[in-house]
């Protein structure tokens, strides 16, 4: 708890964080967790997991994985027109080629967490 104590005085300077400030850190923290497939792969003890969708064995990136097999096609949207797209590498190509500058895209994929917790 001390490192992580240290961190938040060093993010936000000497200003005190309320209980709803850490909370949105802890939330966050567990956003990238879950989304990148660490949190299952650790539980795991990095045994590679098996999509029973398409039979396949999934060293990393799991969560990242079962977002391919799902229906919807918006895990990504832009922030200018709201276009939404499966691949952020897709989605900073249509804002270089339309928009004509490279623009962080918003990532929507924690709407989805859901259903991804049926297909699992």
């Known amino acids: 708890m001390g ?7 060093k993010t936000f300077g000497k200003r005190r964080i309320g209980i709803v400030k850490k909370e949105e850190i802890k939330m966050r923290t567990s956003i990238g967790r879950l989304t990148s497939g660490f949190s299952m792969l650790k539980i795991k003890k990095c045994i590679p997991l098996f999509c029973k969708i ?8 799991y969560i990242n994985h079962v977002y391919a097999h799902m229906p919807f096609s918006e ?20 804002c270089m080629s339309i928009h004509g500058e490279k623009i962080p895209p918003i990532d929507v994929r924690y709407n989805y ?4 917790k049926v297909i699992k």
């Open 75 to 94: 895990l990504w949207r832009c922030k200018i027109c709201s276009e939404g797209r499966n691949d952020r590498n897709e989605l900073i190509k249509h």
């Open 113 to 116: 967490w859901k259903d991804i």
């Open 54 to 61: 398409c039979k396949k064995t999934i060293d990393k990136g």
């Open 3 to 9: 490192n992580r104590t240290r961190t938040i005085r």
